[in-house]
């Protein structure tokens, strides 16, 4: 089925440091949303955005809707090893009403 | 605040066997989705209960099916189980109106098919 394209695929980093992760469709959204998943869990709601342009934060985590609509951008400030996960983005809306479309993730790595 | 909760937590199964799946929404929440995520992929979209009714539907195949009850809690049914059937099974809540893409997961069933 159809999946966004996440990016990077995986990130190491050190405790501290700011982390930037983005999404890109070829489809236009209504809707992006972003989810953290630990090992063995369901995805975690992070950050929904509704606007094109739109920049909203959740503590540590900043998070944009690309004003094309096609795109998003993850951004986490001042890593902590709780950090670790796999970061999911989701697109929703225009013609897939109810449905979330999810990018591959990406793994993100916090070394103290 | 009772989240979404699902059952079973594991479940292993022979091909070509049936299994039922179950999901109780987070409470106040009347629509279910149901996801499917492979080893190392992002969550596959099933199909969306809403008024005991599928609202919408993914690319499965009519081996998927559901089920919403009057309680909002749902089922996920898959018939005549294939290896590639082997995956974590995802139930997400939300409420309907214009908020309902931001879906609640519950912490998924983890289904082997040997």
């Known amino acids: 089925g159809q999946q966004l394209n996440q990016s990077p695929q995986s990130m190491f980093i050190q405790e501290g440091e700011d982390v930037s992760m983005n999404c890109t469709s070829s489809?236009?959204?209504?809707?992006w949303l972003w989810y953290k998943q630990d090992p063995g869990e369901g995805p975690v709601l992070l950050i929904a955005?509704?606007?094109?342009?739109e920049l909203t934060s959740n503590g540590r985590l900043t998070a944009q809707f690309g004003i094309t609509r096609k795109d998003s951008f993850l951004n986490i400030s001042a890593s902590i090893p709780s950090d670790v996960g796999i970061y999911f983005c989701?697109?929703?809306?225009?013609?897939?009403?109810?449905?979330?479309?999810f990018g591959q993730g990406t793994i993100l790595t916090v070394h103290p | 605040d009772a989240g979404v909760t699902q059952s079973p937590t594991h479940l292993i199964k022979t091909r070509g066997q049936q299994v039922t799946l179950r999901c109780s929404p987070k409470?106040?929440?009347?629509?279910v989705s149901w996801y499917q995520q492979a080893l190392g992929q992002g969550p596959q979209f099933i199909f969306q209960?809403?008024?005991?009714?599928?609202?919408q539907r993914g690319n499965f195949p009519d081996r998927f099916s559901g089920h919403q009850f009057p309680n909002y809690s749902s089922e996920l049914n898959v018939n005549a189980l294939l290896l590639g059937d082997s995956a974590l099974y995802l139930c997400?809540?939300?409420?309907?109106?214009?908020?309902?893409?931001?879906?609640?997961f519950g912490p998924g069933t983890r289904l082997t098919v040997t």
């Open positions: 997400a809540s939300s409420l309907s109106g214009s908020d309902s893409y931001e879906q609640y």
């Open positions: 489809s236009i959204f209504n809707t």
């Open positions: 955005l509704y606007k094109a342009g």
């Open positions: 989701a697109g929703a809306g225009g013609t897939s009403y109810g449905k979330l479309t």
């Open positions: 409470s106040g929440h009347d629509t």
């Open positions: 209960y809403y008024e005991e009714e599928e609202r």
